[in-house]
């Protein structure tokens, strides 16, 4: 029987536990002066040294077009390798792991550096009524080079693995996704086309940081948009990169196009948590890689359930650990108490705090 509290490896790391911080947009990086860890390190040792076996950054960059904002860390910046060095130190010396999330925000990045138009698989517009350029193939081998490379930089920084988001509505997400690919070309069309760029980008990761450094990826098993990636599409891909040796998959879901495509929703009641649970426990049926499992965790009995029953390995916790960063550390003493958060997701602002309890942080 697995259980909260013991050391288990995921994705090819040995961790003190099951507990992982999820990624999250994090605000702190400085444009100008191109540094984050100064204001991140204070916050990564605060969860480290209160029992979070891993922590997985927010979004960073692999190009100049792939950001979401000013505020996006840049992956592909000459501080970055240093930068991320100071928090691998940071964590390592607490005990914990990190885990550096690279991503290319497709339709969602703001052009910042160069200006123009955001890139998506197929020509489109914004909500806003924004130009959505569709990627050519030039423009594809690029950002699967791009990632690659930052790849590598986050392997010279020391951090543990390399995490790629192909999740939520970002550029690997957009082209799985047939709300928003419409392409008729290799890329478009089947999953196997529309799944390509994906592969592409596991393949170069892989080539370029080698067979035993730990590559994981964030995947959607429901983009709840019509039409959506469906269930035994998204087990196929899965399959496929588990065949290609990807070491950890983290499922999850939404494409955060509107209100009812988010992934974020209200959990009110306990049968709530886990809402893409059952999606990680069918994966995990067939695959060798780590399953980990996201969205919605808030109660510790609840979550010792989903571990066991089937093949889930860890859990990932992002807006409770906002609310109450010593959450494992008062779980792992004994207080089983559900985590505080009320989902309201409110934490999701530039001082990445909880507002319903921030006289009590």
């Known amino acids: 029987m697995k259980k909260l509290f013991e050391s288990t490896v995921v994705g090819g790391i040995a961790l003190r536990n099951r507990f992982i911080r999820s990624a999250t947009f994090e605000y702190v990086y400085d444009n100008e002066s191109e540094t984050f860890a100064d204001k991140l390190l204070p916050m990564y040792e605060k969860l480290a040294s209160n029992g979070v076996a891993a922590i997985i950054t927010g979004m960073v960059g692999v190009d100049e077009n792939?950001?979401?904002?000013?505020?996006?860390?840049?992956?592909?910046?000459q501080s970055f390798v240093p930068e991320v060095s100071k928090l691998t130190a940071g964590v390592h010396s607490l005990g914990a792991k990190l885990i550096v999330q690279i991503n290319h925000c497709g339709q969602k990045a703001r052009t910042i550096d160069k200006g123009g138009c955001p890139l998506g698989p197929s020509a489109a517009s914004d909500a806003q009524g924004n130009p959505i350029k569709s990627m050519s193939q030039e423009q594809i081998r690029s950002v699967v080079n791009s990632f690659a490379e930052t790849a590598v930089r986050c392997q010279r920084a020391g951090a543990d693995a390399v995490r790629i988001h192909a999740a939520h509505g970002y550029l690997l997400s957009e082209f799985l996704n047939p709300y928003f690919n419409k392409r008729t070309d290799a890329y478009g069309g089947s999953i196997e086309g529309r799944a390509r760029i994906v592969f592409e980008v596991y393949d170069a990761v892989r080539k370029a940081v080698g067979k035993d450094y730990p590559v994981w990826i964030k995947i959607n098993c429901k983009d709840l948009t019509e039409p959506s990636i469906a269930p035994q599409e998204f087990q196929w891909v899965c399959s496929e990169l588990d065949k290609r040796g990807i070491d950890a998959i983290e499922v999850s879901g939404g494409a955060m196009v509107s209100q009812e495509s988010a992934s974020t929703p209200?959990?009110?009641?306990?049968?709530?948590?886990?809402?893409?649970?059952?999606?990680?426990?069918?994966?995990?049926?067939?695959?060798?890689?780590?399953?980990?499992?996201?969205?919605?965790?808030?109660?510790?009995?609840?979550?010792?359930?989903?571990?066991?029953?089937?093949?889930?390995?860890?859990?990932?916790?992002?807006?409770?650990?906002?609310?109450?960063?010593?959450l494992i550390a008062r779980w792992e003493k004994g207080d089983m108490r559900k985590a505080r958060c009320i989902s309201c997701s409110k934490c999701f602002n530039p001082e990445l705090k909880c507002i319903p309890f921030a006289k009590d942080a």
Do not use: H
């Open 66 to 77: 792939s950001r979401a904002g000013s505020v996006m860390v840049k992956g592909y910046a």
């Open 266 to 326: 209200l959990i009110k009641k306990e049968e709530n948590e886990g809402y893409f649970g059952r999606e990680a426990l069918k994966l995990g049926e067939t695959t060798s890689a780590s399953v980990i499992s996201v969205c919605g965790y808030r109660t510790p009995q609840i979550i010792e359930e989903w571990l066991n029953k089937g093949n889930i390995e860890a859990i990932s916790l992002c807006r409770p650990l906002i609310s109450e960063p010593d």
